[in-house]
């Protein structure tokens, strides 16, 4: 079994300082992570991804993660936002390691909303 | 160009009145599955399918019906649409597990479906 908490539902941040949108993950394999972006009235793009390698991971857009295992966290960060960063984003999970179907699917967290002020 | 392709990308109908969206994607990917997506409730998914002629229910199958008689096409059919099927659908498409780049899955434009 796998789940995942995005624990703010709605983050406000002003233009030019940090971006922290904070995920949980549980999962009873090895998960692979990844954060996705949608912006309004948009489709769903990959921002990075998290497979097993490097822990800290870069993604587009100045965006990374940190993935940390003691924690069970994979945490999205970028150190200057900007306002066209202002979308919705979701962490997601899916467990590698295990065995038939269940090993292909993705589990979605509920999304953060990020908005920039200027 | 390398996509996943869905139609409608808008539709309006009324209860009882069956309904088709369809998917279709051009990578010759194995896996394909269909989410909903409702506010404050993220992605959930509906069905998927591990290749042709194998598919299998997600979390909230309930409602919805699927087909994979071709690798491309994965429809996703409403019998009997509710106003609970009210929703945003994205179809999404990947490579088999045993690929190198398996991790990355593709996703469609989106279907914006109402149900009077």
């Known amino acids: 079994a796998q789940s995942v908490t995005q624990l703010d539902s709605h983050v406000s941040v002003s233009e030019g300082t940090p971006v922290l949108l904070r995920c949980n993950y549980s999962?009873?394999?090895?998960?692979?992570l990844f954060w996705y972006v949608q912006h309004p009235n948009k489709g769903l793009q990959l921002l990075l991804k998290?497979?097993?390698?490097?822990?800290l991971v870069k993604g587009i857009n100045g965006f990374e993660a940190e993935f940390k295992k003691s924690e069970t966290s994979f945490h999205l960060t970028k150190p200057s936002a900007h306002m066209s960063d202002a979308a919705e984003y979701f962490c997601v999970v899916r467990a590698v390691g295990g065995s038939g179907a269940g090993s292909y699917q993705l589990t979605f967290g509920k999304g953060t909303k990020l908005s920039v002020i200027p | 160009e390398a996509q996943v392709t869905q139609n409608p990308r808008y539709l309006i109908t009324v209860t009882g009145k069956k309904l088709t969206v369809t998917c279709s994607q051009n990578?010759?990917?194995?896996?394909m599955s269909w989410y909903r997506q409702d506010p404050g409730l993220g992605l959930r998914q509906i069905y998927y399918?591990?290749?042709?002629?194998?598919?299998d229910k997600g979390d909230v199958p309930e409602g919805y019906k699927v087909s994979r008689k071709e690798k491309r096409n994965f429809p996703l059919i409403l019998e009997s649409p509710s106003p609970n099927q009210t929703s945003l659908y994205f179809c999404a498409s990947r490579p088999d597990r045993t690929s190198g780049t398996s991790e990355t899955q593709y996703f469609g434009p989106g279907t914006r479906l109402l149900v009077l």
């Open positions: 399918s591990m290749n042709v002629e194998v598919t």
């Open positions: 999962s009873s394999y090895s998960p692979s």
């Open positions: 998290y497979t097993s390698a490097a822990t």
């Open positions: 990578m010759n990917h194995e896996y």
